[in-house]
């Protein structure tokens, strides 16, 4: 992998937030990922390109249309789906979630039907099919953590015995884990039942091949992976998103619409009601371009590497009073760190850290049952990618030792 300096100088906030000369230390890449120049610059298409898509014939008209098709296809590469057919955009992973329970789940699930989730899943995995258990009666059964924050795989067949649907995330934002998709997408298919995955903060940081993991429907965003916010992707096997009904109605996704009702478009416009995110699309594509040049690959090894530096920095230099949530093998997790330092309270680490320019999250992460399932209402969460290395793990640790002397520990 390219030096992480000059990886780095490619992302302008990250080279231009000084406070007192101190470095910006972005720490916070699960929630959002920092943008290089070359997505910036591309979605200044709007100075020389940018018109509506699919609706009018002049030329403008159609290189926007291309524009915005070339982020789907990009994406499609990325993560080897069969055809860029088969990627609907969406908002973000959270309406990408929405749309898989709300289109999927309405047409499919009905009172006393089975949907197998874990307890490590962001809220966007959750909520969706708790509504539609609230409307339709479904029950929601929960694969449960081993004492080191892996999937405890023990009684997976009594838990998807008579399941229509497993959901679960493919790595989680609170501990990092990554759990063995391929293996539950089998066993999913095993039962009859859908597999669902929240490829969010995955296909960010690893080479992601939706055909080797014979997924039916992935949900992940943009804005995770070095593009622009308001764009999110969903992923399906394209004899699935057919027979799915519309999720929302408007322009753009009908075929015809009279007095009497409407058809649909074919898939993906099927799922794209109204103007869609198109400067973000251009954007997209561009991000992609920019990992793809990096490598997937590269990446990973650098962020497994940097993992390994941090729990053994953070570890060996606190010992006891640190508790870091999740699995120690790199090779089953990811550079996401949650932790409890000397009672010190999440959100007092988070603004010491501040001061210093270290920016790292605290909070629930989005994740109250998996919170519940630790035993503490918040974590502090340090969050790596592909622009970080070990002076930045260096800086949190120092920031940490700072705030135990604020806070008297
Ligand atoms: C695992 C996981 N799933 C879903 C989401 C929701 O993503 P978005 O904010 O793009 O809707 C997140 C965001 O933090 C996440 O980490």
Redesign the pocket.
């Known amino acids: 992998m390219a030096d992480i300096a000059s990886i780095r100088s490619e992302f302008p906030l990250l080279t231009s937030r000084t406070i007192e000369g101190a470095p910006l230390v972005y720490l916070d890449s ?3 990922s920092q943008k290089p120049r070359r997505v910036i610059d591309a979605m200044s298409f709007m100075e020389t390109s940018y018109a509506p898509i699919n609706r009018s014939s002049y030329r403008l008209a159609g290189e926007a249309t291309e524009a915005y098709e070339a982020g789907r296809t990009a994406i499609a590469r990325l993560i080897n789906a069969r055809s860029s057919d088969e990627i609907v955009f969406t ?7 929405n749309l898989i329970a709300m289109s999927w789940g309405r047409a499919n699930l009905g009172a006393g039907d089975v949907v197998v989730l874990t307890a490590m ?5 959750i909520v969706p099919w708790q509504m539609l258990a609230q409307e339709r009666g479904i029950e929601i059964r929960w694969i449960g953590l081993t004492d080191d924050g892996q999937l405890d795989l023990a009684n997976l067949d009594e838990l998807l015995d008579g399941a229509k649907v497993l959901s679960f ?5 609170v501990l990092g884990t990554i759990p063995p998709t391929k293996l539950l997408c089998e066993a999913a298919h095993a039962v009859g039942a859908l597999a669902v995955v ?5 296909v960010p940081h690893n080479v992601t091949d939706v055909q080797d993991w014979n997924a039916d429907l992935v ?6 992976m070095c593009g622009p ?1 308001g764009i ?1 992707m969903l992923w399906g096997k394209m004899e699935i998103l057919e027979a799915m009904p519309p999720f929302m109605g408007g322009g753009n996704m009908i075929d015809t619409v009279t007095f009497e009702g409407f058809t649909t478009a074919p898939v993906p416009a099927k799922f794209e009601p109204g103007t869609p995110p198109i400067v973000e699309a251009v954007g997209l594509a561009a991000a992609v371009e920019f990992l793809e040049d990096i490598g997937l690959d590269k990446i990973r090894q650098h962020e497994m590497s940097l993992t390994r530096y941090a729990l053994d920095t953070l570890n060996g230099r606190f010992g006891d009073d640190i508790t870091i949530y999740g699995p120690d093998n790199v090779e089953i997790r990811g550079g996401v760190f949650s932790f409890a330092f000397r009672d010190l309270h999440p959100h007092d680490i988070s603004q010491v850290l501040d001061e210093k320019n270290v920016c790292v999250r605290a909070g629930h ?3 109250k049952p998996l919170m519940q399932t630790l035993g503490v209402n918040a974590t502090t969460r340090a969050s790596i990618y592909l622009y970080n290395d070990e002076s930045d793990i260096d800086a949190l640790a120092d920031g940490l030792d700072g705030a135990s002397d604020i806070f008297g520990f």
């Open positions: 699960g929630n959002t908002k973000n992973a959270s309406e990408s979630m899943e962001h809220h966007a995995n995330t493919a790595m989680s934002n929240d490829a969010c903060q995955f949900a992940f965003s943009s804005h995770k916010s999110g992460h989005c994740a």
